[in-house]
């Protein structure tokens, strides 16, 4: 039990389909993160809200579109993906996003893109 | 820039032996340094963390890591390793992006596997 749920566990969608992954944090956190492991390369990080407010966009392309809706939840909408976009995608949490705070991962949502 | 290089990308160990799993960062101040643990389809776990203080830090499962700044490097450590270790490592470093706001740069992981 860590805390951060993800869901679904496995999505498989065409590339003209719109999906969306859902993350829910029930450590009353103010911070929440999404991030791609891709295999062979480091965990890349999308997007960073605070209060549910964003802060951090890593140059993501717009096919991802997140919303935090309150400091509970996540989500991440996906439209038109790419093969290359299939990976696992992780959501975390933290206190806050100040320097130092240490993050919760949920167990990720498999992605696969046809 | 942060940066964190993992060398080893996979460490076959016996179960019952030791463990020293390599990490190295750069960053310009002094950091804040993290081991997670990734078992198969599972997400990250904190090991331990090093902020300040005692360069030898102790964690979960029978972990430790050394802080050494000189070498620039957080090696985790394990005195007996037991097949429920076999799973991916991955060092991480604070890192700020703005103000007091800051995140995680993390290595490429290490894959362990446990021979009986």
């Known amino acids: 039990e860590t805390g951060v749920t993800q869901t679904p566990r496995h999505l498989v969608m065409g590339m003209t389909n719109k999906k969306s992954l859902k993350c829910e944090q029930h450590?009353?956190?103010?911070?929440m993160y999404w991030y791609k492991q891709s295999a062979k390369k480091p965990l890349e990080l999308m997007f960073v809200y605070s209060l549910e407010e964003r802060v951090e966009n890593n140059s993501v392309p717009s096919r991802f579109s997140p919303e935090c809706p309150n400091s509970s939840h996540l989500f991440l909408h996906l439209h038109t993906l790419q093969p290359e976009d299939s990976a696992l995608y992780l959501c975390?949490?933290?206190?806050?996003?100040?320097?130092?705070?240490?993050?919760?991962f949920g167990a990720g949502t498999r992605l696969s893109v046809l | 820039a942060q940066s964190v290089t993992q060398p080893d990308i996979h460490i076959t160990v016996s179960e019952g032996a030791s463990l020293e799993l390599r990490c190295n960062y750069s960053y310009g101040a002094t950091p804040y340094l993290f081991w997670y643990v990734q078992s198969p389809g599972q997400g990250l776990q904190l090991l331990l963390k090093y902020f300040s203080g005692d360069t030898l830090v102790q964690g979960i499962k029978g972990f430790e890591a050394e802080f050494k700044r000189s070498q620039s490097s957080f090696n985790l450590r394990k005195p007996s390793v037991h097949w429920s270790d076999a799973a991916e490592y991955f060092c991480a470093v604070g890192a700020f992006y703005g103000g007091s706001q800051g995140n995680l740069i993390f290595g490429k992981g290490t894959k362990l596997s446990v021979k009986p």
């Open positions: 450590l009353g956190h103010n911070a």
């Open positions: 975390a949490s933290s206190q806050d996003e100040t320097y130092g705070n240490i993050q919760y």
